[in-house]
């Protein structure tokens, strides 16, 4: 038990430190906010008539759509931010000499994600309040903006632990920042940022099975609509699976990792 307790705050330890990692770089902190605050205005001011094409959902005003995509957008780009931190701190030593510590080996991994998840918190509160700011209405209440939250904070981890693994694998924070573009080849690619059945093909019938698409749906139904159970269902298991894939892809890099010295 007082093993137990000490991995705890290992890991309660780590997180807070990733936290103030992220504020003190501004190369880390920005882009989680900025780009996709800056993307989400261009979009719903250029594109905004398109609720009224054919067979658009029902939504208030465009920004309704889009809240939910660039809270996705935002919790990728702090997974991916988060492994850079720790792709950094592999480069300069520092992760080396935490795996001499008597310390629970995992618990260094579960530190920086603990750290990503905070963040996740963070960007939820964000985009909701710039959405209450100009007139988006959740329509499930409160109970709509805490599945939001978890939503958000679940997905920047299940991308930061797959991000993680390349950072263990690499420890090169070049290559995990090469992830970037990748990142929005798969985002758009979904229904973030525009529904599937107004898509040409093939991109139509990649979104309309694009686990992103989803987790995506499942977020923005409690804006539109309220809960619906067969997208908050399918919310649930794509980010249960994404999350099995990002720790075992991290858990095998980090075994890898030590194994390599």
Not at 34 to 63: H, S
Not at 83 to 109: K, N, Q
Not at 158 to 165: D, K, R, V, Y
Not at 202 to 229: H, T, W
């Amino acid at each position: 038990m007082s093993g137990f307790r000490a991995n705890l705050r290992v890991v309660g330890q780590l997180g807070r430190r990733s936290i103030r990692q992220t504020f003190r770089r501004p190369q880390l902190a920005a882009p989680l906010v900025v780009f996709p605050t800056i993307l989400l205005a261009i979009q719903t001011a250029g594109a905004g008539r398109a609720v009224d094409l054919p067979q658009f959902p029902e939504v208030n005003g465009f920004l309704d759509f889009m809240l939910a995509g660039a809270m996705m957008q935002a919790c990728m780009l702090a997974g991916n931010t988060g492994a850079i931190a720790l792709a950094l701190d592999i480069e300069m030593g520092f992760d080396d000499r935490l795996l001499a510590a008597p310390v629970s080996r995992y618990s260094l991994l579960l530190g920086r994600l603990m750290g990503t998840a905070v963040m996740g918190l963070l960007i939820a509160a964000w985009f909701i309040v710039i959405g209450l700011i100009f007139g988006v209405e959740f329509q499930s209440g409160i109970l709509g903006v805490a599945w939001i939250f978890g939503c958000v904070a679940t997905t920047a981890v299940a991308f930061g632990a797959i991000a993680a693994s390349i950072a263990l694998r690499t420890g090169k924070a070049s290559v995990v920042q090469g992830l970037f573009p990748l990142i929005f080849v798969v985002l758009f690619l979904s229904t973030a940022f525009f529904p599937d059945n107004l898509m040409l093909q093939p991109a139509a019938s990649i979104a309309k099975y694009n686990p992103l698409s989803f987790v995506v749906d499942g977020m923005r139904e409690p804006i539109i609509s309220g809960f619906s159970g067969s997208h908050t269902l399918r919310a649930l298991v794509s980010m249960a699976g994404l999350l099995l894939i990002g720790f075992t892809l991290s858990t095998f890099a980090l075994k890898s990792r030590l194994k390599r010295g």
